[in-house]
Nanobody
Framework: QVTLVESGGELVQAGGSLRLSCEAS????????MGWFRQAPGKERELVAA???????YYADSVKGRFTISRDNAKNTVYLQMNSLKPEDTAVYYCAASRFSGARQWEDYIYWGRGTQVTVSS
């Protein structure tokens, strides 16, 4: 069992930056692939970025060059650094864990946090 707790979401102006954190419980964090999803009102949940247990990363086209995912296994934490934020980045951001290295679909993720709200004003 893994419990995930996100933090770092807040209101920010367009062009600004935020760093989201997701702290995991349990001693097997390093073996999981981790992903950041987001869901805006009226839209489907989408994968923003993912990082495998080995450190390989994936980014959605909409955030490439602006967002960076990283992990610190010693701290059981995964981060999402978000730069050059746009109003369309406004959403609830969720952290999730998967046993599959190349997980890209939300169905592949078995543990989820409760989310943190990111609001980008224009």
């Amino acid at each position: 069992q893994v419990t995930l707790v996100e933090s770092g979401g807040e209101l920010v102006q367009a062009g600004g930056s935020l760093r989201l954190s997701c702290e995991a419980s349990g001693r097997t964090f390093s073996s999981y692939a981790m992903g950041w999803f987001r869901q805006a009102p009226g839209k489907e949940r989408e994968l923003v970025a993912a990082i495998s247990s080995g450190g390989s990363t994936y980014y959605a086209d909409s955030v490439k060059g602006r967002f960076t995912i990283s992990r610190d296994n010693a701290k059981n934490t995964v981060y999402l650094q978000m730069n050059s934020l746009k109003p369309e980045d406004t959403a609830v951001y969720y952290c999730a864990a998967s046993r599959f290295s190349g997980a890209r679909q939300w169905e592949d993720y078995i543990y989820w946090g409760r989310g943190t709200q990111v609001t980008v004003s224009s």
